[in-house]
């Protein structure tokens, strides 16, 4: 076996098991998307409907894709697009910053490079790993739709655009490992540009121009400055065009190639972005575990909360629009209500933005644990331990840190919420809805807080892959169940979807007492297992 083959082999037993967990997801989003619409949108005129609402709203278009008419796939495509190549996205930074520079972190790389593999040849087996990745996504996202029946050149020009943006983002990936002094630096600056680069084509549909009927929507020149823009300019199912898939793989190309250049001219370890130099001495208010703790982990929690704070203002400053929109359209109305359970419109809206702060409160949790899990394996932990700090206190700090994020959290969106109600017209009577949704929301980031501390406790190799899975699972379920017309049972399935909400003026419990009884019984159990599990740097 050659050298090459010998790490490409690595890569592929190494992943194998989370690979399959993201293509196998993304491809039952993309099922579920073309049920869904068989389900609630059947008929040309309720699809023309919603394209005609989400086109005298930016807003809606600024989290949605391009509208190309009112066909079925055009219509699947314009709500289902943008999120597929997210999740391609995701996988293919996450995967280029585990094989580059977490390695490097580990010690793995330099172990590698001093075999006759060189540095080089690491790299190129990871790009080979990631766009074999990308390939088999896309393949399968065709032939999903393919087996629905839908035409063939747009079935596989969908699943084209995904795996592409999905390289897109290889490169992205490739090039912040080598710009980041660490993994946790690397995937942050990765995530950044995937955001920044999703809302930049979202805005350049929103502010783009609507054709007479009202079914599609020319985007302007911010779009084609982001790669979700060029893979929703294909206007798969509409006009087919392939050419933007081009401008996609081009621009991998360069990345990857950025990348390799930048690997060459500096050394194992080294990165361009020079770490910044912390004080000579620590602060008092450092000197216990959980200060640690939550200076380690601020920075992050900072990030999620201004993200729950947007989603909160727009939650209930989008309430007016709303209730224009349903008023004058029944169809519109008729979704809406799906989702909030027979609520009115203003509720709907409140309770389906406020899945957006449990999910984000879900990652700041599962963040936190990983924060530990990378302690641990850089040795770290080890120093802490070594003072009068108890395995059990050690872990605690990291729960009590994680589940004040979640309240930081939830509370941030529950505050620009209400300053939302303020601004709109003055009328708060939907505080309590909001205050609901975002305890509700609370709880359930807590489950994933204490699901991902059992799992460092028993199996800490899985920690971060296993953790982020459960977040991206339960998001598909309980984001985009109700939205496609998956069975209520499935939905049910994620803590997002089974949290507290009002409905009708009164609020509906749910799940509350079965979240609360696995969030206390998560956190016990993890604690209680770490009195007994030693250190394990390596797995």
Request: glycine share 10%; proline share 4%; hydrophobic share 55%.
């Amino acid at each position: 076996m050659s050298r090459f083959a010998a790490l490409l082999r690595q890569r592929l037993r190494r992943d194998w098991v989370q690979l399959v967990l993201w293509i196998g997801s993304t491809a039952l989003l993309a099922y579920a998307s073309y049920a869904g619409v068989q389900d609630t949108y059947g008929t040309e005129q309720q699809r023309r409907s919603i394209l005609a609402a989400a086109l005298a709203n930016p807003v809606i278009l600024l989290f949605r894709g391009l509208p190309s008419g009112a066909g079925d796939g055009a219509f699947i495509a314009f709500l289902i697009v943008p999120f597929l190549c997210i999740m391609a996205a995701l996988m293919s930074s996450f995967l280029a910053v585990r094989h580059t520079r977490a390695d490097e972190e580990t010690g793995r790389a330099e172990a590698v490079s001093a075999t006759a593999a060189g540095r080089a040849l690491p790299t190129l087996a990871t790009v080979v790993h990631g766009v074999l990745a990308n390939a088999a996504l896309g393949i399968l996202i065709a032939l999903v739709f393919l087996s629905v029946g839908l035409p063939a050149d747009g079935s596989v020009l969908v699943g084209l655009s995904a795996a592409a943006v999905g390289i897109v983002f290889l490169g992205v990936g490739l090039v912040a490992s080598q710009l980041m002094r660490t993994s946790r630096g690397a995937n942050s600056a990765a995530t950044t540009v995937l955001i920044a680069t999703f809302l930049l084509g979202g805005l350049g549909n929103a502010l783009g121009t609507p054709s007479d009927d009202l079914t599609r929507m020319e985007s302007t020149w911010l779009t084609w400055l982001s790669p979700f823009g060029w893979a929703e300019n294909t206007r798969a199912y509409d006009e087919n065009l392939w050419w933007p898939t081009a401008l996609l793989l081009g621009t991998a190309v360069v990345l990857i190639a950025v990348a390799i250049a930048l690997q060459s001219v500096r050394d194992v370890g080294a990165a361009f972005v020079p770490e910044r130099r912390g004080r000579r001495d620590a602060r008092p208010a450092l000197s216990s575990n959980t200060a640690l703790v939550w200076r380690l982990t601020y920075p992050a929690i900072i990030g999620w909360a201004i993200g729950a704070a947007l989603t909160g203002l727009l939650a209930t400053s989008l309430g007016s629009v709303v209730d224009q929109l349903g008023s004058e359209n029944e169809a519109i109305a008729a979704v809406l209500k799906q989702l909030s359970g027979g609520g009115s419109l203003d509720e709907a809206v409140i309770t389906t933005f406020f899945i957006m702060v449990g999910i984000f409160a879900a990652c700041c949790a599962v963040q936190t644990v990983v924060r530990a899990r990378q302690e641990e394996t850089h040795g770290t932990a080890e120093a802490v331990l070594a003072t009068p700090v108890s395995r059990v206190r050690w872990l605690g700090g990291f729960l009590l840190v994680g589940l004040l994020a979640v309240i930081v959290i939830a509370a941030t969106a529950v505050v620009f919420a209400w300053l939302g109600l303020v601004g709109a017209d003055g009328n708060t009577d939907l505080l309590t809805d909001v205050i609901v949704a975002g305890a509700g929301q609370a709880l359930a980031g807590a489950v994933f807080l204490v699901v991902t501390a059992v799992v460092f406790v028993l199996v800490p190799r899985l920690t971060i892959g296993l953790g982020w899975t459960l977040v991206v699972l339960a998001t598909v379920l309980g984001l985009f169940g109700p939205l496609l017309g998956a069975p209520e049972w499935t939905t049910n399935l994620s803590p997002f979807a089974v949290t507290p909400f009002v409905s009708g003026g009164e609020v509906d419990p749910r799940g509350a007492v079965w979240l609360g009884l696995a969030a206390l019984g998560g956190a016990a159990a993890s604690l209680a297992l770490m009195r007994r599990r030693e250190l394990a740097p390596g797995g």
